[in-house]
């Protein structure tokens, strides 16, 4: 099973820029989706940004124009960077990786459903 492993969480002061980053080992052959999820203690998981059969984006409202969600040539690294990162965004956040090249259910692509292979998460903390 393939374990992803998130890095560059932090803390930030608000208006500031942190980029995360999704590693993983081995061939995937399952790797057609991406995903970046978020959630703080008490609400559902939230799905903030996800990027389909390698070049079609989705982004919550909430992150619209903020994040940016990629990955690096060999496909073994998720990137997701935050600017203008507000303390509304303090939470763990999640990668995952999924098998649909295509959004299955639009309008909503950011279901965690649609993912199967979950990283341990990394904390974002954003003051004020």
């Known amino acids: 099973q393939v374990q992803p492993v998130e890095s560059g969480g932090g803390s930030v002061q608000a208006g500031g820029s942190l980029r995360l980053s999704c590693d993983y080992s081995?061939?995937?052959?399952?790797?057609?989706?991406i995903g970046w999820f978020r959630q703080v203690p008490g609400k559902e998981r939230e799905g903030v940004a996800a990027?389909?059969?390698?070049?079609?984006?989705y982004y919550a409202d909430s992150v619209k124009d903020r994040f940016i969600v990629s990955q690096d040539n060999g496909a073994s690294t998720i990137y997701l960077e935050m600017k203008n990162l507000e303390p509304e965004d303090t939470a763990v956040y999640y990668c995952?990786?999924?098998?649909?090249?295509?959004?299955?259910?639009?309008?909503?692509?950011?279901?965690?459903?649609?993912?199967?292979?979950w990283g341990q998460g990394t904390q974002v903390t954003v003051s004020s």
């Open positions: 081995g061939r995937v052959l399952f790797k057609k989706s």
């Open positions: 990027l389909y059969g390698g070049d079609t984006t």
């Open positions: 995952a990786l999924g098998v649909f090249k295509e959004c299955p259910s639009h309008p909503n692509c950011l279901r965690g459903s649609l993912f199967g292979y």
